[in-house]
């Protein structure tokens, strides 16, 4: 009989990536994939650590997926839990038979190997730091029309709140050949649109740890894969606004297919909060980079993201981040109440913002967002955008729903059929706080 798996996906792009991989991998030794746990043969859970909350709905996940799995089946944990936390994940959670750390992923054939030939747990949550990165065909990929692709992995930014650097180690950059001949296998299996990943893609090719020894800065990059891949999408996340440069925005406005979507998280207004992250920028200097992402020709949607009460932050440096949202205009923003990763360096520091007060401020940046962004939607009403179609609309099974090149949600309706995966023009007629509605333009023959 075909032995089953069964992958559970938590957190970030990057996840579902590893989650892909991972099903690749077990597929190539004759696995099957299966949504149902019970009758999966081996259970893996594709884990987030990046705020507390995320981890706990791990370990919660843990328990209930225990009482589901048939007799004889393996629970296996990977990600950042698996990483960052695998002596919890072993003792307090129990039942768990692999911990595969971040950069364990290749290894998983042989941990299931391992783990089969003995009568215990195995873990590998090593941090070797290599640039290694797994690749995927086009034909093992699990999402259709947009491939995320790895350009780089972890990070030396050290954030004082930040997990990544511990739990996905340190930078390390995949040759640009490599990425190159991955774009253009992904245009010639028919994909439209890639999004280019790492924690920090703006670090691309800095320091020792580049595959091949290459030496590309992201923005010739970007160049590259603009000028060669014949993709009409791409995509990246995400960006330090400390390592942010006009070089790039200079590449981004030669090259239509460079997507118009900027994120780049500023995590507060407060220069002294900014210090206290260590995120080796000021106020001032991030509102200078807004200013020439919103002086460019193109018209950007820049995303951010701002945590509310972190440790000391008082009333007046809360009000410097009202005070730069309002300045940046986001055109989408995720804001995280501050929560505290262990092993972080903030982790140590008394956490003095109640509960109370975080919420009362993560709703006034809610609000003052939700305004922004309503107005930012509403200019397109009456335009005409491209939207890859990526399938039927979960609100109105006779819509669609695609997203812009700007990043945006756009649900449209057609009066023919249209298949997944193409891009077709759409004039929106109405603009929400989180979407884009509208109809598609002319008649999509082909
Ligand atoms: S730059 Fe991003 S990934 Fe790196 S430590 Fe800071 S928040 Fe974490």
């Known amino acids: ?213 290459a030496s590309h800065s992201f923005a010739e990059l970007l160049e590259l894969l603009a000028r060669e891949s014949g993709l009409p999408r791409i995509k990246y996340t995400t960006s330090h606004p400390r390592d942010f440069n006009v070089e790039i925005l200079e590449v981004m406005e030669r090259h239509a297919n460079l997507c118009n979507w900027i994120h780049l998280p500023v995590q507060s207004g407060s220069d002294r909060m900014l210090a206290a992250m260590n995120r080796g920028y000021s106020s001032d200097e991030y509102r200078r980079k807004v200013d020439l992402i919103r002086a460019s020709e193109r018209d950007y949607a820049l995303t951010g993201d701002v945590i509310v009460g972190f440790p000391g932050e008082t009333e007046r440096d809360f009000q410097a981040s009202l005070d730069l949202v309002n300045h940046a205009q986001f055109d989408g923003l995720y804001i995280f109440n501050y929560s505290s990763r262990p092993g972080t360096v903030a982790a140590g520091w008394h956490d003095g913002v109640p509960p109370e007060v975080k919420s009362e401020r993560f709703e006034r940046l809610r609000h003052l967002h939700n305004d922004i962004q309503r107005q930012r939607n509403a200019r397109f009403v009456g335009r005409t955008l491209k939207v890859l179609v990526e399938g039927r609309s979960t609100k109105l099974q006779e819509d669609f729903t695609g997203h812009s090149t700007c990043h945006r949600v756009v649900n449209f309706s057609a009066r023919q059929d249209l298949s997944e995966g193409r891009i077709v023009d759409v004039l929106v007629t109405e603009a929400f706080g989180h979407s884009l509605y509208g109809r598609l333009a002319g008649t999509v023959t082909g």
């Open 1 to 213: 009989m075909v032995k089953k798996f069964f992958i559970e996906t938590f957190g970030c792009q990057m996840n579902v990536l590893d989650s892909e991989v991972a099903s690749a991998r077990l597929r190539r030794l004759g696995y099957e994939a299966t949504p149902d746990p019970d009758e999966a043969d081996v259970l893996l859970l594709n884990t987030c650590a990046v705020r507390e909350r995320a981890s706990d709905k791990v370990f919660t996940r843990i328990r209930s997926i225990r009482k589901l799995r048939k007799q004889g089946s393996l629970l296996g944990v990977m990600g950042c839990v698996a990483q960052g936390e695998s002596d919890r994940v072993l003792k307090e959670a129990g039942g768990v038979d692999l911990v595969i750390g971040t950069q364990a992923l290749e290894r998983l054939p042989e941990l299931l190997a391992e783990r089969e030939a003995s009568a215990r747990a195995v873990a590998d949550v090593r941090t070797p730091n290599l640039p290694a990165f797994a690749e995927i065909t086009p034909a093992e990929r699990i999402r259709p029309h947009v491939a995320f692709v790895t350009i780089m992995e972890g990070c030396d930014k050290f954030c004082t709140f930040c997990i990544v650097p511990f739990t996905r180690g340190r930078e390390r950059s995949r040759s640009p050949q490599r990425i190159l001949s991955e774009l253009i296998s992904l245009r010639e299996a028919g994909y439209q649109e890639v999004q280019l990943l790492g924690q920090n893609v703006n670090s691309y090719g800095r320091g020792r740890r580049v595959e091949g020894g």
